[in-house]
């Protein structure tokens, strides 16, 4: 087998492994936070409920596919498809094992913040397209809170960066060999995970959807397999900040011998995975104004302290 | 931010607890004496029906699921001809359990009457009518009042004294 074919079987591989995981994290999420709220959750369709996803997805493939006929169809039929591409581009920079990835490219971590940059235009787009108060407030709260978390989202990565001197996504895991980053980046690690739960607009930073609020926000005139991929999406996006917080904060596939590397990635990620769930049944939501002076007055600051700090400290030691 | 943390260790502890949920078909919970369920007409010790046909049951329901025809045994005792009760209306009250001067009519612990066709659900005499006593003993409301219907002589009812001759009744 060439190298081409091998190349694009992976990368087909990942996408369909990414896929299953986002899906199977429907199932999951239910059942561990059924699990913190002393219940069982889904646990009747197959073997621990979970065929559950497929009873799932059967259900909202059967479901009317139906378009508002105030919205602006175009816009509205491209918003949830952006979304789902955007994060599956952004996996393709993440180094799952030093042989499994799709593309080892030398600006990787700036490729991943373009991505979710152009994230955000899903969800400005869908609220914008739905021609509807709510989803329009949803998808007002999501531009700035995307936009303005986007900014020292990059700033807490750039410690990672100096630190390892690359861009480069198996570079930085490979820098970590000696100590993980989490351990002299650890505020540049806490600022990433609160900006990556902001940037997967995930419980407590729902604010885009606040279903007590807004309905579901940007998504509420969303029916059948476009709800689908805005629900997919949402849970690849967990995946892919839990990828990412693994990759350069806690040594990607490093780890003890005895288990393959690619176990190890996993392994990490889920964890990541399950934080993000526990968020999600622990915290409230913060009201609007709040997130926004979190990210302005605290973590930028914070951000930019943590890229001084350790500038000083790396130009110092050379 | 503190307890932020130590929320998210408390929820993560529920992790280990015991779950609430009782896992209905395979495991039933233990209702109640007095639950509200399925109505059901009961029958006197001597195996004669309770009910007397007087209607207060289906006067005090409040949705009128309740329907019935009183008619007349050859002693003179009433007995509901029909006895018919729309169990897709009923609301599980229990106001005409209340109502009923001969304990006749009781709501037993009893949920499990899903159907898949509603017609099935309007409950029928034969199917309302149960073998026993239900959830009152020993009672048995012609012994207790009333004239001679057959069931016992004038005079020989429970707490009830002979009659009294009214040509002796003298100052």
Redesign the interface.
């Known amino acids: 087998m060439n190298e081409g074919v091998l190349h694009t079987l992976v990368a087909f591989g990942i996408l369909v492994v990414l896929l299953t995981i986002a899906a199977g994290l429907i199932w999951l999420e239910r059942r561990l936070l059924a699990l913190w709220q002393d219940r069982y959750g889904p646990n009747r369709v197959g073997p621990f409920g979970l065929f559950q996803v497929m009873a799932d997805m059967i259900k909202i493939f059967f479901k009317e596919d139906w378009i508002p006929g105030f919205a602006d169809k175009k816009v509205f039929v491209i918003a949830p498809a952006m979304l789902v591409i955007t994060i599956l581009m952004s996996f393709a920079i993440v180094p799952f094992t030093p042989e499994i990835m799709v593309v080892d490219l030398n600006i990787g971590i700036l490729f991943f913040l373009a991505m979710s940059s152009l994230g955000a235009y899903s969800v400005v787009l869908g609220g914008w397209s739905s021609n509807n108060k709510y989803s329009l407030l949803g998808a007002i709260r999501g531009a700035a809170q995307m936009i303005s978390y986007e900014v020292f989202m990059g700033m807490s990565l750039m410690g990672v960066v100096i630190m390892a001197g690359s861009l480069n996504m198996t570079d930085i895991v490979i820098a970590q060999k000696k100590m993980w980053f989490i351990i002299p980046q650890f505020i540049g690690f806490v600022i990433f995970f609160i900006g990556g739960v902001a940037e997967a607009h995930r419980l407590p930073f729902d604010i885009v959807e606040a279903e007590s609020e807004l309905i579901a926000g940007y998504h509420s005139e969303y029916s059948g397999l476009k709800f689908g991929l805005f629900f997919v999406g949402e849970y690849l996006g967990i995946t892919l900040i839990s990828a990412l917080i693994t990759t350069l904060f806690f040594g990607g596939w490093l780890g003890f011998g005895f288990l393959p590397p690619v176990f190890w990635f996993l392994l990490k990620t889920f964890a990541f995975i399950m934080v993000f769930i526990l968020l999600r049944a622990a915290l409230p939501r913060p009201r609007y104004d709040q997130l926004m002076s979190l990210g302005w007055k605290i973590l930028l600051p914070l951000s930019l302290l943590n890229l001084l700090v350790t500038g000083a400290i790396v130009l110092y030691f050379q | 931010m503190f307890s ?1 943390l130590r ?2 260790w ?3 502890l ?2 280990f ?5 009782v ?1 209905y078909p395979e495991e039933k919970t233990e209702l109640p004496a007095r639950w509200r369920g399925r109505i059901v007409l009961t029958r006197d010790p001597d195996y004669e029906e309770r009910c007397v046909g007087c209607y207060l049951c289906a006067a005090a329901c409040p949705v009128d699921c309740i329907s019935l025809q009183a008619t007349e045994d050859e002693n003179g005792r009433r007995y509901p001809e029909f006895f018919r009760i729309n169990f897709s209306r009923c609301i599980f009250c229990g106001y005409c359990e209340e109502a009923c001067p001969t304990y006749a009519i009781q709501l037993i612990p009893d949920f499990e009457m899903a159907e898949y066709d509603r017609q099935n659900l309007v409950y029928e005499k034969e199917d309302l009518l149960i073998e026993g006593q239900g959830k009152y003993h020993g009672y048995n409301f012609y012994k207790e009042a009333g004239v001679d219907f057959g069931v016992k002589k004038k005079g020989e009812g429970e707490n009830e004294n002979k009659p009294v001759d009214v040509r002796k009744l003298m100052p």
């Not at chain 2, 607890?17 to 949920?21: A, D, L, P």
């Open positions: 932020n929320s998210l408390i929820v993560f529920h992790l607890r015991k779950r609430e949920t896992e």
